[in-house]
């Protein structure tokens, strides 16, 4: 008997100390989360540092991939999330996947305006980005080439060569690229004008990367004089000092919702609500307002610290993010079919 006791004692001393203590976090210990992000490294740093000043017993681990990338992360760890929050992804996919998520309603529900939200609380979008040519000055003078104002510049014979834009199938930014040419040129009324474009400018791409934000590094450092990305990124690259300019082209930018959204399944649902809260607070947009110059709070007011245009005085495509979702399957299968021959190896 006495042996008995001993080994049910043994058992126990050694039985992991979460289940000692229900399976739950310790009294008093940290809270964890554990969040996926589209964001750009540099502004998500800054947004999750003003967030564990503001929320000390919050432990927030972050992993910063391209949308595709997230997405990919989350249908196949569907069966044993690792996540508990996305954070600031693109919207046309959050949309179209919504049996990944549950529906959380967060504080401040009410104060984000009704076209950037889910009305039942599956996605609510905390900012929006446009699409931007960067284009590189001291490039373009070393060719002899013009400064493109239009996407119709940027399928001249000129610039064969000098172009590098991201590919859709992993980018958000490619696919609202591809998708705002798309919509100017009639897609939804079956034309094949966009597809037009595309096939032309296709002559002039190097390559298609596979984030967003590569081409505008990449035409900062001189490898070619114009990467197609998106505003925030080729402000930042003005800010650090390298030789671009900032392009929306006069056809339209495209641009998407950054968004957020409650992981079905998530290990640690209190603490990703306490999160996904403070993610719509007024410090919390007043934050992203630096970098992006546009967010989803009403009467919001903050100071862009970036030489971002004023959202009134940019055109913007007439994008259409149901559409976009329901429809980004066929549209990638077609591209790809068209263009994967110069898409970046993964």
């Known amino acids: 008997m006495k042996k008995g006791w001993l080994l049910v004692a043994l058992a126990i001393l050694f039985l992991p100390a979460s289940l000692l203590a229900g399976g739950g976090q310790e009294e008093g210990a940290a809270k964890t989360v554990v969040i996926y992000t589209a964001l750009e490294e540099d502004e998500t740093a800054e947004y999750l540092a003003l967030a564990k000043k503001e929320m000390p017993a919050l432990d927030i681990k972050w992993v910063r991939y391209s949308t595709g990338e997230v997405m990919a992360k989350l249908i196949a760890e569907k069966d044993n999330p690792q996540a508990d929050v996305v954070y600031g992804t693109a919207v046309t ?203 989803t709070r009403t009467g919001v007011v903050g100071e862009s610290t970036l030489p971002l245009p004023k959202f009134e005085d940019m055109k913007l495509a007439p994008m259409d993010f149901p559409w976009s979702a329901k429809n980004k399957p066929a549209l990638i299968e077609k591209w790809n079919s068209l263009f994967q021959d110069k898409a970046q190896k993964k």
């Open 93 to 295: 996919e959050l949309a179209g996947a919504k049996d990944l998520f549950v529906s959380y309603k967060a504080k401040d529900f009410d104060k984000i305006g009704k076209d950037y939200k889910d009305p039942a609380g599956y996605w609510t979008a905390i900012d929006m980005y446009v699409a931007a040519f960067c284009v590189n000055k001291d490039r373009l003078a070393k060719r002899g080439l013009p400064m493109p104002q239009s996407w119709a510049d940027l399928t001249k014979p000129a610039f064969k060569g000098e172009v590098i834009m991201p590919n859709p199938a992993s980018s958000g930014t490619g696919y609202l690229q591809v998708t705002s040419l798309l919509f100017m040129n009639g897609v939804k009324q079956g034309k094949e004008g966009g597809w037009d474009i595309l096939k032309k400018l296709h002559e002039n791409i190097v390559e298609y990367t596979n984030s967003g934000s590569a081409p505008a590094k990449l035409a900062s450092s001189g490898e070619v004089a114009v990467g197609v990305s998106f505003s925030y990124r080729v402000a930042k690259q003005m800010a650090d000092g390298f030789p671009v300019t900032m392009v929306f082209p006069s056809e339209g930018s495209g641009y998407e919702l950054e968004a957020n959204a409650l992981v079905k399944g998530a290990k640690h649902p209190e603490a990703a609500k306490q999160f996904l809260d403070w993610a719509l607070s007024e410090n919390a947009m007043k934050a992203y307002y630096k970098y992006k110059g546009v967010v």
